[in-house]
């Protein structure tokens, strides 16, 4: 089958099944190009609890569809392409959070969406990284632990009075090895761009930044502003939409392009057979979700 012709039949399978297609700012550009909606985490989760579609079929990583069918347990919810996950989420498990939490008994724990649905079972409240501070900083607590991303725990310390307890095993290996360097040498190359880049970063980026923000904030950004060039830290698959969505504007990555192979995995021909097949259903067990929810549910009422 051609592209056209896949296209083409993942959009009647959708019509027949009553489905919605998630994608992540971070897919592959065709898989964009076929999305109902297109976000960050946060979006794609608002939109997953409120969504009145039979199916919800997931091109991102496994905590996001996993986070969609904890938000609508009653929907089938599909993951194209078996197997993509997120090594930030898969390094913390629910044994390392007690541990946390046995260490710290005042404390009340923060995680990011980047976890695992266990995690998010331990834990009081969620977030992303659209909206951590904010969390953070109404959580009702003098101490928050907050996994598992030690930068993002670090970033957010800069905005609250509060004492962020961050989890030092964390970290994502896309962000984590964008160097100040290559950032410098690029702004080099390019003196008058804004440079945008994701609190995933660490902190010695972060500082050189001209705006830090979830990659629905750099889609906000890039359409608000009056700038005309931009330098991008973060995933490169974002730099497809922003330059679709801003024809007249130039963006580049700041440094090397970087690349989640996990969130690269998903392809259109598995699109169309995860419709066709029903193939890969989502399921965790009653009890995890329900817990998992409460903290879910309590991320969505601070954003
Ligand atoms: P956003 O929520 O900003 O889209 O980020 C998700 C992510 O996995 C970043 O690496
Ligand atoms: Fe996980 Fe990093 Fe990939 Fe985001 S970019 S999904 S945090 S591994």
């Known amino acids: 089958m051609n592209i056209e012709k896949i296209e083409e039949?993942?959009?009647?399978?959708?019509?027949?099944?009553?489905a919605i297609i998630l994608v992540h700012n971070y897919q592959r550009p065709e898989i964009q190009d076929i999305a109902d909606l297109l976000g960050?985490?946060?979006?794609?989760?608002?939109?997953?609890?409120?969504?009145?579609?039979?199916?919800?079929?997931?091109?991102?990583?496994?905590?996001?569809?996993?986070?969609?069918?904890?938000?609508?347990?009653d929907k089938k919810v599909l993951q194209p392409s078996l197997?993509?996950?997120?090594?930030?989420?898969?390094?913390i498990t629910a044994q390392d959070v007690?541990?946390?939490?046995?260490?710290?008994?005042?404390?009340?724990?923060?995680?990011?969406?980047?976890?695992?649905?266990?995690?998010?079972?331990?834990?009081d409240v969620c977030c992303t990284s659209a909206n951590a501070v904010n969390v953070v900083r109404n959580?009702?607590?003098?101490?928050?632990?907050?996994?598992?991303d030690r930068n993002l725990a670090s970033y957010v310390q800069r905005f609250v009075d509060k004492e962020v307890i961050p989890w030092d095993g964390g970290y994502c290996y896309v962000h984590?090895?964008?160097?100040k360097e290559e950032v410098l040498k690029?702004?080099?190359?390019?003196?008058?761009?804004?440079?945008?880049?994701?609190?995933?970063?660490?902190?010695?980026?972060?500082?050189?930044?001209?705006?830090?923000?979830?990659?629905?904030?750099?889609v906000n950004l890039a359409r608000e502003s009056d700038n005309k060039r931009f330098l991008i830290g973060t995933e490169e698959g974002i730099i497809y939409r922003l330059k679709k969505?801003?024809?007249?504007?130039?963006?580049?990555?700041?440094?090397?392009?970087?690349?989640?192979?996990?969130m690269k995995m998903t392809t259109l021909k598995d699109v169309y057979l995860c419709l066709l097949d029903e193939q890969y259903e989502i399921s965790l067990p009653k009890g995890i979700v329900d817990s998992a929810k409460r903290a879910l549910e309590a991320m969505l009422q601070y954003t």
């Open 245 to 262: 969505e801003n024809p007249e504007k130039e963006f580049y990555p700041a440094g090397r392009k970087r690349f989640c192979w996990d």
């Open 83 to 91: 197997g993509a996950g997120c090594e930030l989420a898969n390094k």
């Open 98 to 123: 007690k541990v946390l939490k046995q260490k710290y008994p005042d404390a009340r724990v923060v995680s990011y969406v980047n976890t695992t649905a266990d995690v998010k079972a331990e834990s």
């Open 40 to 73: 960050d985490s946060l979006g794609l989760s608002k939109e997953a609890a409120k969504t009145d579609a039979d199916m919800i079929v997931f091109c991102g990583v496994s905590f996001m569809a996993e986070t969609a069918k904890i938000l609508s347990p």
């Open 139 to 148: 959580i009702e607590a003098d101490r928050v632990i907050f996994v598992p």
């Open 176 to 179: 984590e090895y964008i160097t």
């Open 9 to 18: 039949e993942i959009r009647r399978l959708k019509e027949e099944k009553n």
């Open 186 to 218: 690029a702004k080099e190359k390019y003196p008058d761009a804004v440079i945008l880049v994701h609190p995933e970063c660490n902190p010695s980026v972060i500082d050189i930044a001209d705006k830090v923000l979830s990659t629905g904030g750099m």
